[in-house]
């Protein structure tokens, strides 16, 4: 594990490129007033989706399914993470060809770019969750984990994770667990800490090419989607090893993601353009709904009520009942959609 410095410190091996940022916890504030000392009136609640092909975050309204403004980004934003106030969204760039070198933070009331993170050594950033003030991200170029606080600037810690192409990233709720799926190495890591300063590392293999995965709500089980063989690995999170598995028969399974009652586990088959919907306490599919070209990200609104999937092929987002489950509508927000948060 490496330690970072303050990123305007002038430590010469870190950098931030930030555009007018008041260091602090009251940098935010100024950039959420417009001229006339009013906050913009941006959703909240809010999805959040990215845009590969456009380079742009946009923040749509959940109830009428329309944009209600858009960010630049850097080059082909994969995947976004919101801050726990629904201020801050971070984006990891992960570049056209796997090798981008920044994060993007985003004031979501303004819509406007606070900065730009970035640093020797970072490419092809990928998964990120934020859990306090700090967003844990990706690194595929040096096989990390990077720990960045927005809040103060500063990029606390590198866990060298050492696997091939660490490329989605879960967190446990008390954060003494990051779980990563290694597309390449064919299996999962599980880095401990007591601490928060001290990790410990236990690789578990999975099928061909994990990618997609999600933490059963109840912390008990880890589900990956293998996107190179058509199954899902069940990992028992306290024994640290696979204790089943699922053929779902997927082309190219992209993401997995639990609904919040623990009832279903919804699949996203980017080489079919299928949702695959399985039930958790039997392991058995129960619906499999075409969406179009390349069915990708997926979000689940909080109350569990409808899912988001990206259907990037086709330039559009479709929704998801999952009650009756059944596909309700789609709507267009940018080229190439893919990643998306949910803002509270």
Known sequence: MKAFGGLLSGIPALGLAMAGVMIGGAWGQALREDGSGQANKTPKPGLVVLSKDENKIFIVDPGTLKSMGSEDTGAAPHEVAVSEDGK????????PKHDGTTLSVVDLDKMFTVGQVTYPGLSGPHGIVIQGTKAYFTNEGDKSVVVFDFVNNTLDQQIMEGQKRPHMLVLSKDGHTIFVSNVESNNISMLVTKTGKDWTQTNVGTGKGPEGMDLSPDQKELWVANSEDGTV???????KKVVGKIDVKTKHSNRLKFTPDERLALISDSGNGEL??????????????????????ILVQPDGSRAFVAVSGDDKVAVVDLKALEVTGTFAVGKDPDGMAWRK
Request: net charge positive; aromatic share 2%.
């Open 233 to 239: 690995s069940i990992i028992n999170v306290e024994k």
């Open 276 to 297: 695959v919907v399985v039930e958790v306490a039997t392991r058995n599919e129960v619906k499999r709904l075409p969406l179009g070209k390349s069915a990708e990200g």
């Open 88 to 95: 801050i969204a971070v984006v990891t760039n992960y570049g």
